[in-house]
Each structure stands twice: as structure tokens, then as C-alpha cells.
């Protein structure tokens, strides 16, 4: 044992020690994990291992600092074991190299370098440098050139077909002047090819900030493509991927989010969600992992259609969880209230769980509500504009007693009224694990039916939380502005205004920005 460390935080992943051993035994190091908790588990991201070793150049170039002696006033002599002929860099910045001089006392050379800070060196004779291994071509572009674009869709290469077709309608239906990009040309020109969401971001306000009036401004930002918390794809789950903004790491599962508000910071000083970041532009996300998926595009423009239209747009089905003292109830209850107060004629379909019978199911030894089961999906089936949820989900289902099965999302045929979801749970907007589908990504990723769009937390939320933004959202999405119906994406942006620190951050938007009205469809 080379020494110890105690955490007792949850959320404390990361722990800097210092050891000074002597020789590894057998070249190995042994990690291990003591606790009283006997299901306790930990994880290794890396261990760093630095050593003092003799400079002897040997053809190849050598990488070397001194980590014992940096602080105010220190000073390091290097001794290296080579040619008269070599070159020494300070390579400490990689934007300022320096060439350092040395003294040669044959078969050594040195140097003393301040050491105020780390510096850090290469030597090499230019005899054997490294190969970079050949990628690929990049095609000429000029993302630059783009300016006063009122909706841009980035999307991934494999998707630019069936992302220009959606450009095309709402250019012709909807008057927007759109531009498709794909990440991989984002990434080329603003990340030096690296797979950086930042570079996403520079772009996107490149184009915000070219605009010369409110008519060619840039208001509405389509991500059509699924994220992954893996986008350099390190653990190889492949390259198909429109990445989103992942929090810093965290185990606490009320600090690991991540969020598409990031491309909607528009300020020069944004991007660190330090609470008093406000977005600038309506952000969706269709999250198609796959060619298939991405026929999606029928479904949504279909969603216009005059055949789509009827009395169900003028339906809004409100779900409460049960029990914690009828908070879900009476959170559901106030939204219904208010959709109903509004001069829309809206008419409110109440499914509160309580209002129903609870049996045991006695194969899974768990409460049902089979006829509160039964309710919502003929909601689905029969149709509404907005299908709207308060209280408790996991990764499969709304409730403990499952009274929304997700698997259902994935079959439900209702194409022709297809419903927003307004989803106030935990998770049903998750998005970046690219081996499991949400609740969220389900029902708009079903081809046949499912809903028009969902907005709902990316992690877990509180009630609270939940319950805050839909009551803004609800405001604003059934409120004119001087006679004007708001898009999804306005409601989704004024609300993010309105409440843009944490945690609402991670409560995202899945769907089109730019969607119309949901009674009207103007």
C-alpha cells in the first residue's frame, strides 16, 4: 500500500493524490476499494504515474519536465545523454515554442530553465520524427459564407437527404429561409476537424450575428440527429451522432444532465451555465439514430396537412400520478384549469389515477390502474392537441402502477392526430445513451404514430421543477402575441427566459422549433 484516500461524497468523483514510492513490485500497481457497504462500487477512469528517469536521447523524440521543483523563484537543471546536434524546444505553449539554448559538456547537454510554473520540453535530432497516419479528404466549404438564415438543421451526413427535403418544406410553406449542415463540415471548419460541440456553437453564431434585421434573423435551430454521451465515440458506438452538451462529470444524479440550451447562448460570455445565462433562439432536436428513423420527416410535414385536422385539436388530456400527498393531482389540476380559462375552446380530458381502482397484480406484485391504462392510450388512439403529465416514470413506464407503458410509444397508430406531450417525470427526454430509447424518443421516432413532440427533462427533476416550467409553458403556448399564435419553439424559448437556471436546463425539446400551433396550425 502506497497510502490512502476517504470519500464520503456522493458526488465526489475526482480525487488528486500525491504518493512518493520507491520501485514498483512486479511493475504493478494495486487499486483497492474499502468499504463497509459491501455493494459499494467504484470507477477508475486513469491512473498517472510520473518518474524520474535518466535523459538519454536515443533517435526519437523525447517528451520531459521536472514536476519536484516549480514555485516562485525555482530554478532546473536538465542533463541529457545526447548529440551535440540536437534541438531542445520549450513546447510549454503550444502557440508560443521557443527554442532553448544548452551547453554541451560531451556526451551530455544541459540546461537551466526557471521554473516559476511547469515548463515542459521535446528534444529531437530530426532524424525520426513520427508519421501522422493518412484519415481522409476534406471536401472544399465555406460554412463562412452562410449569413441571415432564419433556421439552420444540423444533422449528420448520413441524414442530409431527408434534413434538406424538411428545409425545403419549411422554406416553402412556411417562408423560412433554412440551411442544412452537416457536423462533420461544422466540426472541419470550426473545431480543426475535431468533434467538439463548441464548434457547433461558433457556427451557429456566426449566423446569428450576421443578421441586418428581425426579417433575416435566425430564430429556430433544428439538431436532427440523435447525441451520445460518447460523440468522440470512443467506446465505439459509431460515428452517426449530433451531439448535445454534457454536463461536467457527476454520480449525483441531480448534476449529470445534458441539454441542447448550449446552441442557444448567444453571448460571447455564456456557455458555462453559471444561472444567469439566457437563450436566444428555439432549440429542438429530432433524434434519428438511423436512415429509417429519419423517414420521420413524412410524419411531421404530414402534420400539417388538412386531412390531420378536427375536433381532437381541440382536446387536452391532463394524467396525475397518485399518492405524495396529491401533489401530481393538484399540479395536474391547475394546468388543466388554466388551458381551460384560456379563449381557445379547449376542452380538458381528466385522467387522474386516484380516480380509478387499484388492483394488485399478483405476477409482478405490483399495483396496476388498468383502466387508467386503458384511458390513455385511447387518448392517444382517439386523439388530442396536448397530452399532458405530472408525477413519477422510470426508464419504461409513467408511474410505479405503469399506468403509460413505453413500449406502447413504439406501436400506437395515430398518425393522423398526433399529440404534443408535455411530459412533468424524470428522464423521458433522455437522449444520449445510444443503447436505450426514451419515452420521449419512442413515441416521436414511431413512423406510424407516437406524438408531434415532446418536452420533458433529459434527467431526473423534481416535481417542483416540473411543475415551474409546464406552467410557464402552458402560459405561453396558449397565448397570442398581438393576435399571432407562438410556435412550439417560441413557448419553449420564452419559457427558458423566463426560468433559465437550474434546474431547468435539462428539460429539452424534442421535435421541430418552427412546429406551428397546435389548435390552429398557423
Known sequence: ??????????????????????????????????????????????????????????????????????????VVKYNLTANAGIKIWDVTAFNDIK??????????????????????????????????????????????????????????KDFVNEATTLAQYHQTVDGLSTTVVSSEQVFNEYGSGVRDPGAIRDFIRQVYYSASSSADSLKYVLMFGAPSYDYKNIL???????????????????????????????????????????????????????????????????????????????????????????????QTDTLAERIESYDCGLNSNKIYADAFVEIYDSITNQERYPDANIEIQKAFQQGCAVIQYMGHADSTAWASERILEYEFLDTVNNISNLPLILAGTVSFNAVDDPEQYSGGQRALMNLTGGCIASIAASRLA????????????????????????????????????????????????????CNKNFITGK
Open 462 to 513: 423534481y416535481s417542483s421543477s416540473n411543475n415551474n416550467f409546464m406552467q410557464r409553458m402552458i402560459l405561453y403556448l396558449f397565448e397570442r402575441n398581438s393576435g399571432r399564435w407562438p410556435t412550439l419553439g417560441d413557448a419553449f424559448l420564452y419559457t427558458k427566459k423566463a426560468m433559465y437556471v437550474d434546474p431547468y436546463v435539462f428539460i429539452c425539446s424534442f421535435g421541430r422549433s
Open 236 to 330: 465505439g458506438h459509431g460515428q452517426t451522432v449530433v451531439p448535445t452538451h454534457e454536463s461536467d462529470g457527476s454520480i449525483n444524479l441531480t448534476q449529470t444532465y445534458c441539454t441542447d440550451d448550449f446552441y442557444s447562448l448567444m453571448d460571447s460570455s455564456e456557455g458555462m451555465f453559471y444561472n444567469n445565462e439566457i437563450a436566444d433562439l428555439a432549440i429542438g432536436r429530432i433524434p434519428v439514430r438511423t436512415s429509417q428513423e429519419a423517414q420521420v420527416i413524412n410524419k411531421i410535414m404530414g402534420y400539417s396537412a388538412s386531412s390531420s385536422f378536427g375536433m381532437w385539436r381541440t382536446l387536452i388530456t391532463s394524467v396525475a400520478d397518485d399518492q405524495d400527498y396529491n401533489i401530481h393531482f393538484r
Open 99 to 156: 527554442n532553448q539554448l544548452y551547453t554541451v559538456n560531451a556526451p551530455v547537454v544541459n540546461f537551466n530553465s526557471e521554473a516559476d510554473s511547469l515548463r515542459e520540453f521535446i528534444a529531437f535530432d530530426g532524424s525520426n520524427f513520427l508519421q501522422p497516419n493518412f484519415i481522409g479528404t476534406v471536401s472544399n466549404q465555406n460554412l463562412h459564407s452562410i449569413s441571415q438564415q432564419n433556421m439552420i438543421i444540423v444533422t449528420d
Open 1 to 74: 500500500m502506497v497510502g490512502t484516500t476517504v470519500q464520503d461524497n456522493f458526488a465526489s468523483i475526482v480525487n488528486n493524490n500525491r504518493y512518493v514510492i520507491g520501485p514498483l513490485i512486479n511493475d504493478s500497481i494495486v487499486l483497492t476499494l474499502q468499504s463497509p457497504n459491501s455493494t459499494a462500487e467504484g470507477w477508475l477512469n486513469f491512473i498517472e504515474v510520473n518518474a524520474i528517469r535518466n535523459l538519454i536521447f536515443d533517435q526519437s523524440p523525447i517528451s520531459f519536465r521536472d514536476l519536484r521543483k516549480t514555485g516562485t523563484g525555482q
